[in-house]
C-alpha cells in the first residue's frame, strides 16, 4: 500500500476512548460472565450450559453465524465478514446485547439477519428459546478467546508446504511468531520461526515444515506441521541501564486488560526491522536495528561430529556493526534453564551452545521459578560477530 495509517501514540490518543464512551451511551442490560472457578457447584453448571449453548448457537445448527463470520481465523464459507472472536475486545456488553436483538437500528439493510425479533428468538430448543440466555452465552463464549473450540461447521483449509533442495521461506500470522512471523524451512528437515515485529528466533522444530491457511489474511496464516520448541517473543537485544534492570517484555493482553498498555513496544525498545535477503541457498538474512546497532541475523543448519551420534543443529550467526563502542544485552534463553557446562545450557528438549563470553543467569522477573539467560556484549567500533547453536536433543 502507498499509504499506511500513521500511529499517533498513546501520549495523544489515550484520553478519546473514555470520552467516546461517555458520549455514547446505551441503555440496556449487562451481561454476566459466569465463572469456571467458582466455588459453587450451581455457579459452575451455568458456566458449562453456556458455553455448550455458545457454541452450538454460533455453528450451523444455531444461528449459523459462522456462515458469515470468519471464527479464530478459520474463514467463512460466504461473506467473509470479520472474525467473531474480536467482538469481546472491540465492543461493550450492553452495545452487543442491543445489536444483537435488532442489527438494523445500527445499521440500516446490513444482511445479518434478526434471530431475535421482537426479543423472541428463532431456535426454541437451545435454553428452551430464552433470548436473555442466549445472548449471554454467545458473549460469553466469545469472551473464551482462541480456547474457545469450533463451532460445528467450521471447515479449515490446511495446506503442507514441503521443504525441497533449497530452504523454503512463508510470510504469515502464527501462534509461534506473532502476527509478523517468518517460518523458515531448511532440507535437513530443520525448521524455525523468527518474530519480525521483535527480532527474535521464537520457534524451533524438526520433522514436516509448515500447514499453511491460504483463506487467512495476506499469505496465510502458519503453524508448524511438527510440535515446536517455543522461544520468548520479547525482543532479543536491548541497552541495559545496569546488570540488574528488568527485561523489557512483549505486552500481553488479557479478558481483564483488553487494550495494549505499549503498542509501540518494539519501537520504544529501539528495534527497528529492515527486511531480508537470501544467499543461494534461499536461506534469510534479517535484517534489524537495536538503537544504533545494526544486526545481520543468519541461522542455517550444520553438522557436528563432536560427540557420537552425528547431529544436526542450527548455527545462528548474528554480526553487529555499531559505530561506537558499547554494551548490548542478548538475551539467550528463558524458561526452566539447565546450565550443562559454561557455554552450554538447556531447557527442555533444546540445548544451546555459545562461546565464550561473560553470562548472567537470573530469575525472571514475572516468575521467579524460571530462568533468563542474559549475555552482556561489549561491541567495540565496527563489526562483531557472535554465534550460538541450537540442538534438539532426547528429553
Given amino acids: 500500500m502507498a499509504t499506511r495509517m500513521p500511529q499517533y ?79 469481546y475486545q472491540r465492543l461493550q456488553p450492553v452495545w452487543f446485547n442491543r445489536f444483537l436483538r435488532n442489527p438494523g437500528e445500527f445499521r440500516p439493510r446490513i444482511i445479518m439477519p434478526q434471530a431475535w425479533a421482537n ?6 430448543t437451545i435454553l428452551d428459546g430464552n433470548t ?27 495446506t503442507r508446504l514441503t521443504v525441497g533442495d533449497v530452504a523454503l521461506v512463508h510470510r504469515g500470522r502464527s501462534r509461534v511468531a506473532g502476527y509478523r512471523g517468518i517460518a523458515v524451512g531448511l532440507p535437513e528437515k530443520l525448521s524455525y520461526a523468527f518474530n519480525a515485529e521483535t527480532g527474535t528466533l521464537s520457534a524451533i522444530w ?47 493482553m488479557t479478558k481483564e486488560a483488553r487494550v495494549n498498555p505499549n503498542p509501540l513496544y518494539p519501537k520504544n525498545v529501539g528495534y527497528q526491522f529492515r527486511g531480508y535477503f537470501l544467499d543461494d541457498k534461499s ?37 553487529l556493526e555499531s559505530p561506537q563502542p558499547q554494551t548490548v544485552w542478548f538475551r539467550a534463553l528463558t524458561g526452566s534453564i539447565q546450565a550443562e557446562s559454561e557455554r552450554r545450557f538447556r531447557v527442555g528438549k533444546l540445548r544451546l551452545t555459545i562461546p565464550q563470553v561473560p553470562t548472567k543467569l537470573r530469575p ?13 556484549l561489549a561491541l567495540p567500533q565496527g563489526t562483531t560477530t557472535l554465534e550460538v547453536e541450537y540442538e534438539l536433543v532426547p528429553q
Fill in 132 to 158: 436473555d440466555l442466549q445472548i449471554e452465552a454467545i458473549w460469553y463464549y466469545l469472551s473464551l478467546g482462541t480456547s474457545a473450540a469450533d463451532p460445528p461447521g467450521i471447515r479449515w483449509v490446511d
Fill in 206 to 252: 524438526q520433522g514436516p515444515f509448515i500447514g499453511v491457511d491460504w483463506n487467512g489474511q495476506g499469505s496465510g496464516g502458519f503453524h508448524p506441521a511438527a510440535e515446536p520448541v517455543q522461544l520468548a517473543q520479547d525482543v532479543s537485544f536491548v541497552t541495559l541501564s545496569d546488570e540488574d534492570a528488568p527485561w523489557p517484555l512483549l505486552p500481553v
Fill in 119 to 124: 426479543g423472541i428468538a428463532s431456535h426454541k
Fill in 9 to 87: 501514540g498513546t501520549a495523544n490518543l489515550s484520553h478519546l476512548p473514555p470520552l467516546v464512551a461517555r458520549l455514547d451511551v446505551l441503555e440496556g442490560k449487562d451481561l454476566r460472565l459466569p465463572s469456571p472457578e467458582s466455588p459453587s457447584e450451581a455457579e459452575r453448571q451455568r458456566e458449562r450450559t453456556l458455553r455448550k449453548a455458545g457454541q452450538e448457537l454460533l455453528g450451523d445448527k444455531g444461528e449459523a453465524c459462522i456462515t458469515c463470520h470468519n471464527f479464530n481465523g478459520k474463514p467463512a464459507p460466504v461473506n467473509k465478514g470479520i472474525d467473531l472472536l474480536t467482538t
Fill in 364 to 376: 525472571l522477573a514475572s516468575d521467579p521459578q524460571l530462568s533468563e539467560l542474559l549475555l552482556p
Fill in 283 to 319: 536461506v534469510p538474512t534479517f535484517q534489524y536495528r537495536s538503537g544504533n546497532i545494526e544486526i545481520e541475523d543468519r541461522t542455517a543448519s550444520v553438522t557436528t561430529t563432536e560427540a557420537p551420534p552425528t547431529t544436526r543443529r542450527l548455527r545462528r550467526v548474528l554480526r
